[in-house]
């Protein structure tokens, strides 16, 4: 065997030695940087669905959950709060729900699964403000004589009936959105998920 014939053997295994450690050396780098990229516990948590028991929520009460960092608003309808929607129907913009502000299933007049319960996110469609709920009729809401129940928008007067649709000549340009949601049970609801997906 020459001396050449020697270099390029050693000079073969350095190479490979070193293209070697080169590989490792790029997994050990794209593995953390790879990891970085999926979404953390924190941020999976905020996008998850987020499971309801309304069991405790009397009619004419409204509570409020938190869903990807937004107040969702659920509210237990009576039958005078839904007999409300029929007088509204000629004063809001939107009445048949035509805007894709809610899944097909709340597009009704009471915009929801269940009549009596609404589900809604509590987030003004005008600049992001978080209106009032303004349930009391008449002059003792405070809105006006003729004011049916429903939400102030307090920052520009946006105003929504209990459906969540905006009335007309208002400075919101929507009805309130109506988030993804399902029945687990008669009194739990998720909301952010339907199934339909």
């Known amino acids: 065997m020459?001396?050449?014939?020697?270099?390029?053997?050693g000079r073969r295994q350095l190479l490979l030695a070193t293209s070697a450690a080169g590989g490792?050396?790029?997994v050990a780098v794209a593995v953390p940087f790879v990891g970085s990229l999926t979404p953390s516990e924190r941020?999976?948590?905020?996008?998850?669905?987020?499971?309801?028991?309304?069991?405790?929520?009397?009619?004419?009460?409204?509570m409020t959950v938190e869903w990807r960092g937004k107040p969702v608003w659920i509210i237990n309808r009576t039958k005078e709060m839904l007999d409300s929607l029929?007088?509204?129907?000629?004063?809001?913009?939107?009445?048949?729900s035509d805007k894709p502000?809610?899944?097909?299933?709340?597009?009704n007049e009471t915009r929801s699964i269940k009549p009596e319960i609404m589900v809604a996110?509590?987030?003004?469609?005008?600049?992001?403000?978080?209106?009032?709920?303004?349930?009391?009729t008449g002059a003792e809401s405070g809105v006006s004589a003729?004011?049916?129940?429903?939400?102030?928008?307090?920052?520009?007067?946006?105003?929504?009936?209990l459906a969540g649709r905006v009335f007309k000549n208002k400075p919101a340009p929507d009805n309130l959105e109506v988030p993804p949601h399902k029945y687990l049970a008669d009194t739990k609801i998720l909301i952010g998920e339907d199934g339909k997906a």
């Open 2 to 9: 020459s001396v050449d014939q020697k270099m390029d053997g």
């Open 24 to 26: 490792v050396a790029a």
């Open 43 to 62: 941020a999976k948590a905020a996008g998850a669905p987020v499971e309801v028991d309304i069991s405790k929520l009397q009619p004419g009460q409204m």
């Open 86 to 96: 029929k007088k509204t129907d000629e004063l809001v913009s939107d009445p048949n």
């Open 101 to 107: 502000q809610q899944p097909a299933y709340a597009k």
């Open 121 to 136: 996110v509590g987030i003004c469609t005008h600049l992001g403000c978080s209106p009032s709920d303004k349930f009391k």
């Open 146 to 161: 003729d004011w049916p129940g429903g939400f102030l928008c307090p920052c520009h007067g946006s105003t929504f009936d």
